[in-house]
């Protein structure tokens, strides 16, 4: 079975400080691992993806994230935070059927 | 503009009435899948096609829902008998198959809201 727990429903940084969302997985065999944002009104957009190549991923819009398997984790990262980064983002985990299983979401809130 | 389409946005109804949303994939996606987001929750996938095939459905499908691609392009969700824990974000998204040009990723519509009153 697939799962994944973000460990913060809300993070609140200020513009131009780092971002760190959390997340720890659950999968019973090599897992994909995605990060997906979602702006409102806007559909979900994929910002990086995990399947198993080099364990520091980068993504779009200046976003990374780091798969360590000794602690089922793969936290995003951003080195400074932008206005326009405010949203809700979602871990992903992918099954074999390339079906997606999402976290309950981290909203992100920059403070100018 | 090529990306996902669903149609309409937003949509009220009154419970026990039968709704029918459309998703319009990227033209040469072959796969396609409905999910479903309530407030405060992420996306739950409901079920998905390859072509016109119904290859999987999730638990979450209850028999009030059906879900069609009659020509391997556009789908359709309709729920019949709404009720009022049927109000959510009903998402699509469209994919290749894995392996090919964009490696099975899956690209979303915007969704249509559904109030159930």
């Given at each position: 079975a697939q799962s994944v727990t973000q460990l913060d429903s809300h993070v609140s940084v200020s513009e131009g400080t780092p971002v760190l969302l959390r997340c720890n997985y659950s999968s019973s065999y090599s897992p994909s691992l995605f990060w997906y944002v979602q702006h409102p009104n806007k559909g979900l957009q994929l910002l990086l993806k995990y399947t198993s190549a080099a364990t520091l991923v980068k993504g779009i819009n200046g976003f990374e994230a780091e798969f360590k398997k000794s602690e089922t984790s793969f936290h995003l990262t951003k080195p400074s935070a932008h206005m326009s980064d405010a949203a809700e983002y979602f871990c992903v985990v992918g099954t074999g059927a390339n079906n997606l299983f999402f976290g309950t979401g981290t909203r992100l809130t920059v403070i100018p | 503009d090529t990306g996902v389409s669903q149609d309409p946005r937003h949509k009220i109804t009154k419970r026990g009435q039968n709704v029918t949303f459309r998703c319009d994939p990227i033209s040469e996606h072959n796969r396609l899948y409905w999910y479903r987001q309530t407030l405060g929750q992420g996306p739950e996938f409901l079920t998905y096609f390859q072509n016109e095939a119904q290859l999987e459905k999730s638990?979450?499908?209850?028999?009030r829902f059906s879900a069609e691609r009659p020509k391997g392009s556009f789908s359709t969700l309709e729920i019949q008998r709404t009720e009022q824990g049927d109000s959510a974000m009903y998402l699509c998204a469209s994919s290749s198959l894995?392996?090919?040009?964009?490696?099975g990723e899956q690209f979303f519509g915007p969704g249509t809201r559904l109030t159930v009153l």
């Amino acid at each position: 079975a697939q799962s994944v727990t973000q460990l913060d429903s809300h993070v609140s940084v200020s513009e131009g400080t780092p971002v760190l969302l959390r997340c720890n997985y659950s999968s019973s065999y090599s897992p994909s691992l995605f990060w997906y944002v979602q702006h409102p009104n806007k559909g979900l957009q994929l910002l990086l993806k995990y399947t198993s190549a080099a364990t520091l991923v980068k993504g779009i819009n200046g976003f990374e994230a780091e798969f360590k398997k000794s602690e089922t984790s793969f936290h995003l990262t951003k080195p400074s935070a932008h206005m326009s980064d405010a949203a809700e983002y979602f871990c992903v985990v992918g099954t074999g059927a390339n079906n997606l299983f999402f976290g309950t979401g981290t909203r992100l809130t920059v403070i100018p | 503009d090529t990306g996902v389409s669903q149609d309409p946005r937003h949509k009220i109804t009154k419970r026990g009435q039968n709704v029918t949303f459309r998703c319009d994939p990227i033209s040469e996606h072959n796969r396609l899948y409905w999910y479903r987001q309530t407030l405060g929750q992420g996306p739950e996938f409901l079920t998905y096609f390859q072509n016109e095939a119904q290859l999987e459905k999730s638990r979450l499908l209850s028999d009030r829902f059906s879900a069609e691609r009659p020509k391997g392009s556009f789908s359709t969700l309709e729920i019949q008998r709404t009720e009022q824990g049927d109000s959510a974000m009903y998402l699509c998204a469209s994919s290749s198959l894995p392996g090919l040009a964009g490696d099975g990723e899956q690209f979303f519509g915007p969704g249509t809201r559904l109030t159930v009153l």
